[in-house]
């Protein structure tokens, strides 16, 4: 299992360095950007991950999961980009499609994951932090995420919510908390792990 969780994808050309380094060459990888709309001004964030993507030569196919669709063929993807928004509702779409299960299956066999925000806090045990900025408004009652890694990440950390983190952390004690800066990613290969 190969995952890159990160708080803003690849905007940081550390992040993004470190990524590209991972493929003998991009051009022949197949990549899925899996997103939702949830309000209106998320479309404005398919631009940016379009400059992204293709600013490092990846081609990649969108994946809207808001609208019901056919995930039988996901699996045929290299690169699953899983973008952010709100992470209760994002979780719900997964689950309605059956998006978790395809997921779950490629990335343990081989396929890589790269989680943005909302799609990091997704691949851990349980999105329980997501409160912290996201509300809950589909009513989610199963927390429980992916558990692709024993990590709960705690995205778009800044000193401003030391206090809230810390709270979730005492909360959460004897379990692995990770606050990532925008400028932070955590690179997962095989249970090991590397903050970048």
């Not at 991009?26 to 950007?33: D, S, V």
């Not at 979730?168 to 004690?173: D, I, P, Q, S, V």
């Not at 379990?175 to 290969?189: C, G, K």
Request: hydrophobic share 40%; charged share 25%.
């Amino acid at each position: 299992m190969k995952l890159l969780l990160t708080s803003a994808g690849l905007k940081n050309q550390k992040i993004r360095d470190f990524f590209v380094a991972q493929f003998d060459a991009l051009k022949n990888k197949k990549a899925c950007l899996i997103f939702t709309i949830w309000e209106e001004s998320d479309w404005l964030w398919l631009d940016g991950y379009a400059e992204e993507l293709g600013g490092i030569g990846l081609v990649y196919d969108q994946l809207n999961i808001s609208e019901d669709k056919n995930l039988s063929d996901l699996k045929d993807y290299d690169i699953y980009y899983v973008c952010g928004g709100n992470t209760f509702y994002i979780l719900d779409r997964m689950r309605k499609t059956g998006l978790d299960k395809v997921l779950v299956e490629s990335i343990k066999n081989g396929k890589f994951y790269v989680g943005v925000s909302a799609g990091s806090i997704i691949a851990g045990p349980d999105i329980e932090v997501a409160g912290l900025g996201d509300p809950n408004d589909v009513n989610l009652k199963d927390l429980t995420g992916l558990n692709l890694v024993p990590y709960i990440i705690t995205p778009h950390y800044n000193p401003k919510e030391k206090s809230e983190v810390d709270n979730f952390m005492e909360k959460r004690k004897g379990e692995s908390v990770i606050p990532l800066t925008d400028d932070q990613a955590v690179f997962v290969e095989d249970g090991e792990m590397v903050l970048i």
